[in-house]
């Protein structure tokens, strides 16, 4: 059973910094993606960045470029989102997910597994 469980997030003010971990257990991730989602009061649900689980290949929305960096430790089994300038509209819960397959996708439909979530906020 796969079990993915976020970690890091807080509150932080504007400017700042956090870094978000998610350990992911429960089958081999060779052939798939890892992802960071957030979802915000009355929002909904958007792609934060993505990387492939082997290879170096990440993806970013262009809200967090520059700013957030994805990575995983392959041998820790988890993937981190480095989050940098941080901006109130950052705020938001944020979630990883992975889908099991080898073609890239944003939209979170196409994301097998979830975890619970972890809340971010940012203060101005």
């Known amino acids: 059973q796969v079990q993915l469980v976020e970690s890091g997030g807080g509150l932080v003010q504007a400017g700042g910094s956090l870094r978000l971990s998610c350990a992911a257990s429960?089958?081999?991730?060779?052939?798939?993606?890892m992802g960071w989602f957030r979802q915000a009061p009355g929002k909904e649900r958007e792609f934060v960045a993505a990387?492939?689980?082997?290879?170096?290949?990440?993806y970013y929305a262009d809200s967090v470029k520059g700013r957030f960096t994805i990575s995983r430790d392959n041998a820790k089994n988890t993937v981190y989102l480095q989050m940098n300038s941080l901006k109130p509209e950052d705020t938001a819960d944020y979630y990883c997910?992975?889908?099991?397959?080898?073609?890239?996708?944003?939209?979170?439909?196409?994301?097998?597994?979830w975890g619970q979530g972890t809340q971010v906020t940012v203060s101005s």
């Open positions: 990387v492939r689980w082997s290879g170096t290949s990440t």
């Open positions: 429960g089958r081999t991730f060779r052939n798939s993606y």
């Open positions: 997910a992975v889908r099991l397959g080898s073609t890239y996708y944003s939209d979170g439909k196409m994301y097998d597994y």
